[in-house]
């Protein structure tokens, strides 16, 4: 099953990278190098971000009620940034009925077939999600929480970057159809 789905996968990404080459009259290697450049970019971004966030907040001298708001805006801004990449990457996808055409021949279930289709978009967008919302990482940190809530905290933070990225797909998916 997963090897199906990995291959799938591989040949989705393989078209969206061929369109993306297309449509800026470039090389596979070429937009593969600017796929990486982007990505680092991206790190880079939110790495400073970061960095001035935490130089920024003493989680010791702020208030319980503070201390909530400012999570929930992060986690607010995290769920907004991971909306709108998500958004970004569903509009440079390519069609799908030339990959469906593919994999119609091919004997795959169409979970699968879905799955791997989607799963591209759905693990590029969410490192770069993630690495755009490291400021909210490092709120969770610098906030002085508790060890068992920071963590907590962590994976809500995380599993709130994935919820928002299923479902700007998935709207973006039934509207296109």
């Known amino acids: 099953m997963l090897n199906q789905i ?4 591989h040949m989705s990404l393989l078209i969206w990278v061929r369109e ?3 449509i800026f009259r470039t090389t596979k290697e070429k937009t593969y190098i600017w796929m990486v450049i982007s990505f ?9 971000l970061a960095l001035m966030t935490s130089a920024q907040i003493n989680g010791a001298n702020l208030p319980d009620e503070l201390q909530r708001r400012i999570i929930k805006t992060s986690f607010g801004g995290a769920m907004m940034l991971s909306g709108i990449i998500a958004t970004i990457f569903c509009l440079t ?3 799908q009925t030339s990959l469906q055409n593919v994999i119609s021949l091919l004997p795959v279930s169409n979970f699968r077939s879905g799955l791997g289709q989607t ?3 759905l693990l590029i967008t969410f490192f770069f999600s993630c690495s755009v919302s ?3 990482f490092v ?3 610098k906030t002085g929480l508790p060890r068992t809530q920071t963590f907590f905290a962590l994976a809500l933070l995380i599993f709130a970057i994935c919820f928002s990225i299923i479902f700007c797909i998935s709207s973006f998916r039934l509207i296109k159809f």
Do not use: M, N, Y
């Not at 680092?40 to 400073?48: E, I, K, N, W, Y």
């Open 40 to 48: 680092l970019a991206c790190f880079a971004l939110g790495v400073s």
């Open 139 to 141: 709120v969770v940190f």
């Open 93 to 95: 996808t390519p069609t």
């Open 6 to 9: 990995s291959k799938i996968a």
């Open 134 to 136: 490291a400021t909210s």
């Open 20 to 22: 993306i080459s297309k």
């Open 119 to 121: 799963l591209p978009l």
